[in-house]
């Protein structure tokens, strides 16, 4: 069983930048693909970065490609996401999710692929 809690959302203006933190507890962290993803009010869940269980590999989704940067502390069970240059279409609940093990990279944007989920936290950045 893995628990996930998210941590570092708040209220930013826009151009401004948000680190996002993802802690687990279980020992499969270390070993498991870790994603983040966004939902805002009244759309449909959005892939937005996801990492390989070595930290070597990382996804982004288009929208955020040189603005965001996934990482991760396999020391410390800890994912984090940097946004940088942040705009009001990024406002939404970001979710980390975790899968143990190694995910296809076809397979890495879809969030059924993943098997724990975090309660989120909101991201609001005005105009």
């Known amino acids: 069983q893995v628990q996930l809690v998210e941590s570092g959302g708040g209220l930013v203006q826009a151009g401004g930048s948000l680190r996002l933190s993802c802690a687990a507890s279980?020992?499969?962290?270390?070993?498991?693909?870790v994603g983040w993803f966004c939902q805002a009010p009244g759309k449909e869940r959005e892939f937005v970065a996801a990492?390989?269980?070595?930290?070597?590999?990382?996804y982004y989704a288009d929208s955020v490609k040189g603005r965001f940067t996934i990482s991760r502390d396999n020391a410390a069970n800890t994912v984090f996401l940097q946004m940088n240059s942040l705009k009001p279409e990024d406002t939404a609940i970001y979710y980390c999710?975790?899968?143990?093990?190694?995910?296809?990279?076809?397979?890495?944007?879809?969030?059924?692929?993943?098997?724990?989920w975090g309660q989120g936290t909101q991201v609001t950045v005005s105009p």
């Open positions: 999710a975790v899968r143990p093990g190694s995910i296809p990279g076809g397979l890495i944007a879809r969030g059924e692929t993943y098997d724990y």
């Open positions: 279980g020992r499969t962290f270390p070993r498991a693909t």
């Open positions: 990492i390989s269980t070595s930290g070597v590999t990382a």
